[in-house]
């Protein structure tokens, strides 16, 4: 997710530099990301067959591709052996800004969750003392905060960049297939399995896993393999109408299973499940090619730009805003949540902007916290 876009000096030599895509990616994921966690609360705590139920599911089965695309658009620019990259450069620049943030934001999240926590009239040195230690210890254990995990993820990949690179150079086109359609199978339609039968009958479990083939390593991979081979415009075309398929198919069958059990239920929405993957990539494919048909502006680029900048400071900074708007009573369903969720979405989105803008003007903040 962290962007290396530099503050531009000159618009022009940015428009011949930037490849515009991942920017645009990178937006529309970030934002798909504060929309996921405005509909969070509502999955859960409403009955299936509500309204607000059914808008969330709705929403979110539209939305589950955001984070497989940073991850993609991550291995798109680190695993790619033409970009320059040592350890010194991974380890001091990359992994360390990372390490920082998490650490800058784990804590302050932890010290607002201490004032939630703790009874101002009641509070002592010790018991605050205490509740702390056990707040801030949580960035070692982690996740320190719900939405920080991506960030323990990240680094994970980033550790793992080195040896993923030495695929990337001598790998050739069937290698990333088969590489791709084995992770596909066995950390994809394998669990998928194994969960929907224990749904129909505990008795029905399969007792084993490919751990080597769960995690994000498939996503990181495949970013750069749709990056640099062609997908021809008839294996688009169907890509694109099994992803759709897959939405409607999603929709239907979380309220199925959910509606079975009396609760929410997340069997579709986990990130490395067979649909889920197939809208990943129609949505990166689809992104891919909007440069290739839309003319932007320089100042449009500009702004592109500019906001991909930020996205990373934004993911951090929004639940503040979360946090906030419920405070005050604006959640997802204080109206009708058809409206009330894209509309909360865009003010964090726009709110998020405006904070990391200032934040930015901050040097230290700016280096190392975003």
Same mark, same amino acid.
């Given at each position: 997710?962290?962007?290396?876009?530099?503050?531009?000096?000159?618009?022009?030599?940015?428009?011949?530099?930037?490849?515009?895509?991942?920017?645009?990616?990178?937006?529309?994921?970030?934002?798909?990301?504060?929309?996921?966690?405005?509909?969070?609360?509502?999955?859960?705590?409403?009955?299936?067959?509500?309204?607000?139920?059914?808008?969330?599911?709705?929403?979110?089965?539209?939305?589950?591709?955001?984070?497989?695309?940073?991850?993609?658009?991550?291995?798109?620019?680190?695993?790619?052996? #033409?970009?320059? =990259?040592? %350890?010194?450069?991974?380890?001091?620049?990359?992994? &360390?800004? +990372?390490?920082?943030? !998490?650490? *800058?934001?784990?804590?302050?999240?932890?010290?607002?969750?201490?004032?939630?926590?703790?009874?101002?009239?009641?509070?002592?040195?010790?018991?605050?003392?205490?509740?702390?230690?056990?707040?801030?210890?949580?960035?070692?254990?982690?996740?320190?905060?719900?939405?920080?995990?991506?960030?323990?993820?990240?680094?994970?990949?980033?550790?793992?960049?080195?040896?993923?690179?030495?695929?990337?150079?001598?790998?050739?086109?069937?290698?990333?297939?088969?590489?791709?359609?084995?992770?596909?199978?066995?950390?994809?339609?394998?669990?998928?399995? #194994?969960?929907? =039968?224990? %749904?129909?009958?505990?008795?029905?479990?399969?007792? &084993?896993? +490919?751990?080597?083939? !769960?995690? *994000?390593?498939?996503?990181?991979?495949?970013?750069?393999?749709?990056?640099?081979?062609?997908?021809?415009?008839?294996?688009?075309?169907?890509?694109?109408?099994?992803?759709?398929?897959?939405?409607?198919?999603?929709?239907?069958?979380?309220?199925?299973?959910?509606?079975?059990?009396?609760?929410?239920?997340?069997?579709?929405?986990?990130?490395?499940?067979?649909?889920?993957?197939?809208?990943?990539?129609?949505?990166?494919?689809?992104?891919?090619?909007?440069?290739?048909?839309?003319?932007?502006?320089?100042?449009?680029?500009?702004?592109?730009?500019?906001?991909?900048?930020?996205?990373?400071?934004?993911?951090?900074?929004?639940?503040?805003?979360?946090?906030?708007?419920?405070?005050?009573?604006?959640?997802?369903?204080?109206?009708?949540?058809?409206?009330?969720?894209?509309?909360?979405?865009?003010?964090?989105?726009?709110?998020?902007?405006?904070?990391?803008?200032?934040?930015?003007?901050?040097?230290?903040?700016?280096?190392?916290?975003?």
């Amino acid at each position: 997710m962290p962007s290396n876009v530099k503050e531009p000096n000159d618009v022009h030599k940015l428009t011949s530099e930037r490849i515009l895509f991942p920017d645009i990616l990178r937006i529309a994921a970030v934002f798909a990301v504060m929309m996921l966690h405005v509909c969070g609360s509502v999955f859960c705590s409403n009955s299936v067959e509500s309204y607000n139920w059914q808008v969330v599911n709705f929403y979110e089965s539209f939305l589950r591709w955001a984070v497989p695309a940073f991850v993609m658009i991550s291995g798109m620019f680190f695993l790619n052996p #033409k970009k320059d =990259l040592n %350890l010194s450069k991974l380890y001091h620049k990359n992994i &360390f800004r +990372i390490v920082t943030a !998490l650490v *800058f934001w784990g804590i302050l999240y932890r010290t607002i969750s201490v004032f939630e926590i703790v009874d101002i009239d009641k509070i002592n040195f010790k018991s605050l003392a205490m509740t702390m230690l056990n707040e801030y210890s949580k960035l070692l254990f982690g996740p320190v905060w719900y939405h920080l995990w991506f960030l323990y993820m990240i680094i994970g990949l980033y550790i793992m960049v080195p040896l993923f690179r030495v695929f990337t150079r001598h790998a050739k086109e069937k290698h990333y297939k088969y590489l791709i359609l084995v992770y596909l199978l066995l950390g994809s339609v394998l669990p998928l399995i #194994k969960d929907s =039968l224990l %749904l129909v009958n505990r008795t029905l479990e399969i007792n &084993f896993e +490919i751990a080597e083939m !769960l995690g *994000f390593s498939c996503y990181f991979i495949m970013g750069y393999y749709l990056f640099k081979y062609k997908v021809y415009k008839r294996t688009k075309r169907w890509i694109y109408a099994l992803a759709i398929i897959s939405v409607v198919f999603q929709i239907a069958g979380t309220f199925y299973v959910s509606n079975q059990l009396g609760t929410g239920h997340e069997l579709l929405y986990e990130t490395f499940r067979p649909n889920i993957v197939l809208q990943s990539v129609a949505v990166f494919l689809f992104v891919k090619d909007i440069p290739l048909k839309v003319q932007f502006s320089e100042r449009a680029k500009f702004w592109i730009w500019t906001l991909s900048r930020y996205s990373f400071g934004m993911y951090l900074v929004h639940d503040l805003f979360n946090i906030l708007f419920s405070k005050i009573g604006w959640t997802a369903t204080c109206f009708n949540s058809f409206f009330s969720i894209p509309l909360r979405s865009v003010a964090t989105f726009v709110l998020s902007f405006m904070v990391v803008w200032v934040l930015d003007r901050i040097p230290v903040v700016q280096k190392y916290c975003m």
